[in-house]
């Protein structure tokens, strides 16, 4: 089983009630995921996406906290946030060294093969994958594979 990290715009797309076609296919790719692709996986999320949505602003956070409450949480260590310095000090990721360069720290550092996001400016593109990989690989780590729920997707036999 590949080893898959949910990142809080997944968890966020799930949940929202946005009725904006972008977001209205975001959800249903999202819950259909869950649906029909979660148990080919282990799941895993940080304390970094309990905090993104428990901040007080956020208007679905029950509900978003509850969809994740069963998946194991990665905890925040000096390892993960000494590699997110790392990923924003070398422009992987924007500064601060939080939110999404926590995200890809911790997928790093616990050797997650996917990290799932909806977001594709800073996360889920493909010229942040190939500078990823090169600082991944001069400091001994593999990257995850950071990719949109609907490219993650088995059919059954």
């Known amino acids: 089983m590949a080893r898959v990290y949910l990142e809080t715009s997944f968890v966020s797309a799930c949940v929202t009630t946005r009725t904006d076609a972008g977001s209205v296919y975001r959800r249903e790719t999202s819950i259909e995921w869950m649906r029909t692709q979660s148990q080919r996986h282990d799941l895993f999320i940080s304390a970094e996406v309990i905090n993104e949505l428990s901040t007080p602003v956020y208007p679905q956070a029950a509900e978003a906290?509850?969809?994740?409450?069963?998946i194991p949480v990665i905890g925040v260590d000096a390892d993960i946030g000494g590699f997110a310095h790392v990923l924003v000090r070398e422009l992987v990721m924007p500064g601060p060294a939080s939110g999404d360069a926590i995200h890809v720290a911790a997928c790093v550092i616990f050797k997650i093969d996917y990290l799932l996001s909806w977001n594709v400016r800073h996360l889920a593109n493909p010229n942040k994958m190939a500078?990823?990989?090169?600082?991944?690989?001069?400091?001994?780590?593999?990257?995850?594979?950071?990719?949109?729920?609907?490219?993650l997707w088995e059919i059954s036999k």
């Open 65 to 70: 906290l509850s969809m994740i409450s069963d």
């Open 131 to 151: 500078h990823l990989r090169v600082i991944c690989v001069r400091l001994g780590y593999m990257p995850p594979a950071i990719i949109t729920p609907d490219l």
